[in-house]
C-alpha cells in the first residue's frame, strides 16, 4: 500500500510562491501517474495537475502558466511549483497515485494529511 507525505504549504501573501512536495513510499514510485489535488472550505476535492509515469504533464485551466508539476523518480517525491498565487488558491493541497494518464482518472492510494495554502489578498 502506497503511502503519501505531503508538505510545502504555508501562508503567504498574493503574488507569491510556495513549492509543495509529496513522498510516496511502499509503491513503485517510477511506474506512477501522480497528481496534486486541492479542497477549498465547502467546496469538493479537485485535480490542479498530473505528471505521467515519462513526464507528460496536464493543469487544470486556472492552473497552467502558475503552477508546475514535476517529480524526482530518485526521491520518490513529486513537487508543486506555485508562483503567482491568488486567494483562490487557498485549500488543502493533496498528492496520489492516479490510475493512469487521462482524464477523470480514478486515485488509487489512501489520501495523506495534506498540506495547508493559504494565501491572504
Known amino acids: 500500500q502506497v503511502r503519501l507525505v505531503e508538505s510545502g504549504g504555508g501562508l503567504v501573501q498574493a503574488g507569491g510562491s510556495l513549492r509543495l512536495s509529496c513522498v510516496a513510499s511502499g509503491g513503485t514510485f517510477n511506474s506512477y501517474t501522480m497528481g496534486w489535488y486541492r479542497q477549498a472550505p465547502g467546496k469538493q476535492r479537485e485535480l490542479v495537475a498530473r505528471i505521467s509515469h515519462v513526464g507528460r504533464t496536464t493543469y487544470v485551466d486556472s492552473a497552467k502558466d502558475r503552477f508546475t508539476i514535476s517529480r524526482d523518480n530518485a526521491k520518490n517525491t513529486v513537487y508543486l511549483q506555485m508562483n503567482n498565487l491568488k486567494s483562490e488558491d487557498t485549500a488543502v493541497y493533496y498528492c496520489?497515485?492516479?490510475?493512469?494518464?487521462?482524464?477523470?482518472?480514478?486515485?488509487?492510494?489512501?489520501w495523506g494529511q495534506g498540506t495547508q495554502v493559504t494565501v491572504s489578498s
Open positions: 496520489n497515485v492516479l490510475r493512469g494518464d487521462y482524464k477523470n482518472a480514478p486515485t488509487t492510494a489512501n
